[in-house]
Every structure is written in C-alpha cells, then in structure tokens.
C-alpha cells in the first residue's frame, strides 16, 4: 500500500513538475512573441503613417494580446476551467463597458481623430462651439488653446460628432471686407477706387487676382465686397490693411460711406 501511495505521489510530482515547467516556457516565449508583436506592429504602423499616438496603443494591444492568451493558455494546463473563465471575464468587460459607455465613445472618437486627422496639432480649428490652436490629440480628449491663451479640454465624442472647421488647413486664405458707398456715386467710379485700395495692399498675393464685387442695393448705401487673397499665416494683418486702404480711398475720392440713421418729425396738433 505505502509502494502504491509513493507511486502515485511519484507521479503527481512528476506531472506538476511538468506543468510548471511547461507554464514557464509557454511564459518565456509568450514575452518573446509578445515583444516582437509589439515591434512589429509598431514598424507596420509607422510605414503607413499613423499617428504615433495611436501606434503606440495598438501595439500595446498586440503585445497584450499575446501575453492574455498566454495567461488563459497556463491556467488551462493547471486544471483551470478556461471557457467559465472566459464567461466571467466577458460579463465583467460588458459590465465594465457599460459602466465606462461615455469614455468608450470618446475613445472610439479619438481613433477615428487619429486615423482621419480633420487637424493636427497647431492647426486652428474651430468645432464643439470652441476656436483655438490645437495643442494635444489623445484619445480621450482634444486638447486647444484660445485666441486669449485659454486651455480648453474638450471629450472627443463632442468633436467627432460636431461640424469641425479647419481654419489653417490651407497654406492661402481669401480676404473678404465689405463697405457700403452712397447712392449718388457713379458705380464705375467706385469700382475703379475700390480696386486701386485693393492693389495697393502690402502682403496680398499678387497671382491671384483683386475681385471687387458689387453686392447688393442697401436700404441707405450700395454693398460692396473687396476680395484679395494671402497666406494663412498673414491673414489678419492682410485685411486690417484691406479695411484702413478700402477707407482711406474712398475719403480721398470724395466717396461717403454712410451709416444707418433716423429722421424724427414732430407734428403739431
């Protein structure tokens, strides 16, 4: 009986002794396999130009991945019953989904972000009812500073589902200034000094040509448009020169430009 007893203590010895072993070879080429997955999707994903950020969370992924199957593959070999495991761990991850719901969608959001790229970082975008340069793309949240050197942090669900307007996107942007002149002048007259404003403005480009438009009848003035076209990076000094040159031309032509105003008449009775 006692042969019998360290017979099968023998045995069992023996079997545990080749499941540990087992377990650790499995783990140390579960980490090889895990380091080179990492690698190489890293390598695949910068060769197609995604966003480092996004990269670097897929190939986290993979690596963890390798090393969960791994894990279930160890359990497995020490009795472990892996498929109720499997249940337990998919009722824990639709439970911790649902708790997470709004997180997943910004997560998802950010991956679209980083996978469509609307704007990169120092782009000036305008979107979620905010306008600034971007700062940071994560993918949970974008992150933007204002005109006035605010810090906005804005969940990217807010801006994967909003209108998203790029506003330096383009290396050249059209300058638009509107002005209105008063009826008694000659239109041909107007439109030959409101051109020679438009000419005479530093920073313009020059190959793209000046277009002065004439608009609309006003209810007290005739509406123009002046369009000239600069670089993104020069806009705003273009059309603050646009406006000082369209005003300074009209007064020296002798052109009003006339603003809203009211006649009162008061009747005896």
């Given amino acids: 009986m006692e042969d019998l007893l360290q017979s099968i203590d023998t045995d069992m010895l ?38 480092p950020t996004l990269g670097k969370f897929f190939s986290n992924l993979a690596r963890y991945l390798v090393l969960i199957i791994a894990g ?17 761990l998919a009722a824990a991850g639709f439970a911790v989904g649902l708790a997470l719901q709004g997180s997943l969608q910004n997560f998802a959001a950010g991956v679209m972000l980083l996978i469509f790229r609307p704007f990169r970082v120092g782009d000036v975008v305008e979107t979620a009812g905010e306008r600034g340069k971007i700062f940071e793309i994560s993918l949970f949240t ?24 790029n506003v ?33 403005v530093e920073g313009r ?19 123009w448009s002046v369009r000239v076209w600069a670089t993104t990076a020069d ?9 000082q040159a369209v005003k300074d031309h009209l007064d ?7 603003y809203p105003q009211m006649d009162v008449h008061l009747d005896k009775v």
Wanted: glycine share 8%; net charge negative; hydrophobic share 45%.
């Fill in 142 to 165: 974008t992150q933007m500073d204002t005109p006035d050197n605010r810090r906005v942090i804005i969940p990217n669900g807010e801006i994967f589902g909003a209108t998203i307007e």
């Fill in 168 to 200: 330096t996107f383009h290396d050249t942007r059209r300058v638009d200034v509107s002005v209105g002149t008063d009826y008694p002048a000659s239109l041909d007259e107007t439109r030959a000094v409101l051109t020679a404003a438009a000419e005479s």
């Fill in 72 to 88: 279930i593959a160890v359990l497995g070999e020490f009795g472990v019953n892996v498929a109720s495991l499997a249940a337990v």
């Fill in 235 to 243: 806009y705003w000094d273009v059309r603050e020169r646009l406006t």
């Fill in 252 to 258: 020296d032509a002798g052109i009003g430009i006339p």
């Fill in 205 to 223: 480009l020059e190959d793209r040509d000046v277009v002065v438009y004439l608009d609309s009848l006003g209810d007290s003035c005739i509406n």
């Fill in 14 to 51: 023996v079997n545990m002794g080749l499941s540990v072993l087992f377990a650790l070879v499995l783990i140390i080429v579960a980490l090889f396999v895990a380091g080179w997955a990492k690698r190489a999707t890293s390598r695949g994903l910068d060769r197609a130009n995604v966003d």
